[in-house]
């Protein structure tokens, strides 16, 4: 039987209707929104406390205005609610465009100032999203190293964040997870016990990064974040740190 041709193959995605920015500014309810996913993201965490014990560092530094690119590494599911729910101001994230398939689901998604990105290809939408916030003033969290690390240790940098930067021109915040990786690895199925942590790193200004080329700035990013990693005493500082030596000399 031959297939219709009004069928979508099994490889295709459409979107049931456009995505529409309702997040942060948008309207008078939209606080009460965010407020209700951080408060009920912070009591699960805090339910969950004999599953997860939970530190966090550096948020004194963190810039109270304006807009800011949080830049943090990616070890588990758990990392995008771990930000959310520590970072000082309200923050905007990506999320994969298969959780944006209409009705209830996508509007609380854009609520929380959630925008899907297309994972695995140049998203030039995805991009301007991100610009468009920053230049609001806004804070927007990504995970520069484009997946779940195999193995708790920071992964290279991808570059489009540079490009982020340089359009918005604003100040990067590096941020490390630790523990997420123990509590629930790429490939397993439910989450276990282990101590989760953050740190946020020292604010690294716009003008120490605007002469640098992509690459450059990967490179400073990740040697910043290798830094907090180790001043965290992590469990993955050590091979973290050989990995960035040992592609550093293949380059």
């Not at 599953?51 to 304006?66: I, V």
């Not at 905007?92 to 929380?112: C, D, P, S, W």
């Not at 630790?178 to 690294?204: M, N, V």
């Amino acid at each position: 039987m031959s297939e219709s041709p009004t069928q979508p193959k099994e490889h295709e995605y459409i979107i049931p209707r456009a995505y529409v920015f309702r997040g942060q500014g948008t309207s008078w309810y939209q606080p009460f929104i965010y407020a209700l996913g951080w408060t009920c993201g912070w009591l699960l965490m805090h339910l969950l406390y004999p599953l997860f014990s939970f530190q966090r560092t550096g948020t004194k530094t963190f810039p109270r205005t304006g807009g800011v690119l949080v830049v943090s590494n990616h070890q588990s599911y758990l990392d995008p609610m771990i930000v959310g729910i520590t970072a000082p101001r309200e923050i905007h994230y990506m999320a994969r465009e298969t959780l944006f398939l209409g009705g209830l689901k996508q509007t609380i998604l854009e609520n929380v100032n959630a925008f899907p990105v297309k994972r695995g290809r140049g998203d030039k939408q995805t991009i301007r999203h991100c610009v468009e916030r920053l230049k609001a003033g806004h804070v927007v969290n990504i995970f520069a190293e484009g997946t779940r690390t195999e193995d708790g240790t920071l992964q290279p940098l991808h570059r489009s964040f540079a490009l982020i930067v340089s359009m918005a021109q604003v100040p990067i915040v590096p941020c490390v997870i630790d523990g997420s990786f123990e509590a629930w690895p790429k490939g397993q199925k439910f989450p276990h016990w282990h101590t989760l942590r953050i740190r946020y790193g020292p604010t690294i200004r716009y003008d120490e990064l605007k002469d640098l080329s992509g690459e450059e700035m990967a490179r400073l990013l990740r040697v910043r974040m290798l830094e907090l990693q180790e001043a965290m005493r992590s469990p993955h500082a050590a091979r973290s740190r050989a990995r960035f030596e040992a592609e550093s000399v293949k380059v």
